[in-house]
């Protein structure tokens, strides 16, 4: 059983950027991986789905299911997702931790107005101009963790210096470090 | 690189029966193996799709894709759906074989009449009454497989023929031999 790494935060907060490093150290280490991606995610097997939060709901559960099947056969799953509702992360914590699936959250924390400085999609321009109705920070909520495993403040910290907090965090998941060994043992 | 097995068929043909059973031998070798079934996929993450076209080929799409993540982690993938489209199951073929996934089309092969005198869930019961539309076999149409891997008629040969073809098909899948064999060693 291997973990299962939640990433959420805003759009432009560092998701995508954190779960890539940190796939690159994983894979580096010979431990299979897997990252979703919210952008992709939504052409494949979440295509069709909107920005309603029943949508996002959907999106987010859909996702957990995917996880939860790579992590039951070894594989630590790294989810980049703004999924922004705070029930809906704590069902898939529920969800995890009923299948035996350690579960991190991480908490991409950038100030909004960082993020939208940084725009790095131009979603926020689109947003502000009223091209995307549903933008999560501007007119959508976005309910911060209340207490995510590791926190990042992309604003203040190097993706290198948030990557290693994530791996260690990782390291000190009890199931995380015995299917390491495992895979390890196996090479 | 694992193998993917689409077993595709009327309602009531053996799909399920002939999939946990391959599952059974496959996990006897110590092979990982999952099955993705139609009826429990369309309680997670096919949920709200329906029984028009357009809502099967989703289906076929997102079996396809999860299918091939868990392939490409070495998981042996057993799809049992319905899955009546020439063309879509077509469409699954090239997806894998242009990912180099072993893929292979087993078709569940029972005539009507018996997949009726069957009828182990009470769906055709319901869809002769008018309760259930767009019901595979009445009304909505299945097109066979032309050139399936492996050929099941379950209407003249015992499960356990069946199971045993379609492992000496995963046996003779180039790809298959070679992950079963890197398992072992790992092991």
Chains 1, 2 share one sequence.
């Not at 898939?92 to 107005?113: C, D, G, H, T």
Request: charged share 25%; net charge neutral.
């Amino acid at each position: 059983m291997a973990s299962v790494v939640w990433f959420t935060g805003l759009s432009g907060a560092g998701k995508s950027t954190i779960a890539r490093a940190t796939e690159a150290a994983l894979l580096e280490q010979g431990i299979p991986v897997e990252v979703l991606d919210g952008d992709a995610i939504r052409k494949t097997f979440s295509r069709g789905l909107g920005f309603s939060k029943q949508d996002r709901d959907e999106n987010v559960r859909r996702v957990g299911f995917v996880a939860a099947l790579l992590a039951r056969h070894g594989v630590t799953v790294l989810v980049a997702l703004i999924s922004p509702y705070r029930a809906l992360r704590d069902e898939v914590r529920e969800q995890m931790e009923s299948a035996a699936i350690p579960f991190l959250e991480v908490y991409v924390n950038a100030p909004l107005n960082i993020c939208v400085g940084r725009d790095p999609k131009g979603l926020y321009g689109k947003a502000q101009r009223g091209e995307i109705p549903s933008f999560t920070g501007l007119g959508d909520p976005y309910e911060p963790p209340l207490a995510p495993e590791v926190e990042c403040h992309t604003d203040q910290e190097t993706v290198e210096s948030s990557t290693r907090r994530v791996l260690e965090a990782l390291q000190y998941a009890p199931r995380a470090i015995k299917t390491a060994a495992t895979v390890r043992a196996k090479m």
